[in-house]
């Protein structure tokens, strides 16, 4: 069944992970509506080369960050679930506060008190107590956690299959099946 997923880039390292992520929703057929702030295009162009007016073109939907008038900024807005990737610890900090002064925000406390499913996808490092406990009480809140730390049990030959991996965990969590995915089925 085709998802409406709101896909979110912000300004931390690891711009790769959303443009996999949308790349494979697209594949599926999936509708992703895209938001990308300030620094997400700055880390975006500087990392992967992508100007984020091509990204758009591969979305269906996108929105500004400053619009709080736009759909996402309601909770009636009709999308089954929002993923953060990557996500700063500012974006972090303000989801864990309700501290909803962009549209990135915002969309979050929408999800949580509609009880969507959130996935924020963090990249920082080391972290410090502050981050830990945003990252607690996001999950507390009802968010999914998955931190931009690949997997290497599959022999990943390329940094496109490494990023996967992380790609793929959030697939699984969106509810987004693909036979293709790596499976551990144990080590015989
Ligand atoms: C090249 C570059 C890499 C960055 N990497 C990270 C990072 O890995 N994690 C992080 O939390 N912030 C990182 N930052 C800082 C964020 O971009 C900055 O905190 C910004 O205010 C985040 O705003 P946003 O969440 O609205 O995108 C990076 C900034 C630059 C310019």
Redesign the pocket.
């Known amino acids: 069944m085709t998802k409406r997923v709101l896909v979110c880039?912000?300004?931390?390292?690891?711009a790769i992970y959303g443009v996999r992520l949308i790349r494979a929703l697209k594949s599926n057929d999936h509708e992703v509506h895209l938001i990308v702030?300030?620094?997400?295009e700055?880390?975006l162009k500087?990392?992967t080369g992508i100007d984020v007016q091509n990204l758009k073109k591969e979305t269906d939907f996108n929105y500004d960050?400053h619009d709080l008038s736009a759909g996402p900024a309601s909770g009636t807005f009709p999308i089954d679930s929002m993923v953060v990737i990557?996500?700063?610890?500012?974006?972090?900090a303000?989801i864990a506060h309700g501290y909803a002064d962009?549209l990135?925000a915002r969309a979050a406390d929408c999800a949580l008190k509609e009880r969507r499913t959130l996935i924020l996808v963090?990249?920082?490092?080391p972290l410090n107590l502050i981050?830990i406990r945003n990252m607690a009480t996001v999950t507390e809140a009802g968010g999914i956690v998955i931190p931009a730390s690949p997997a290497f049990w599959a022999k990943p030959k390329t940094i496109d299959e490494l990023v996967d991996s992380v790609v793929e965990r959030v697939l699984s969590h969106l509810g987004i099946g693909d036979e293709k995915r790596a499976t551990w089925t144990g080590e015989s």
Not at 9 to 14: I, N, R, W
Not at 37 to 40: F, H, L, M, Y
Not at 86 to 92: G, N
């Open positions: 880039l912000t300004g931390a390292s690891g702030s300030k620094w997400g700055e880390t500087y990392e960050e990557p996500c700063s610890m500012k974006t972090l303000g962009n990135i963090p990249r920082e490092s981050q």
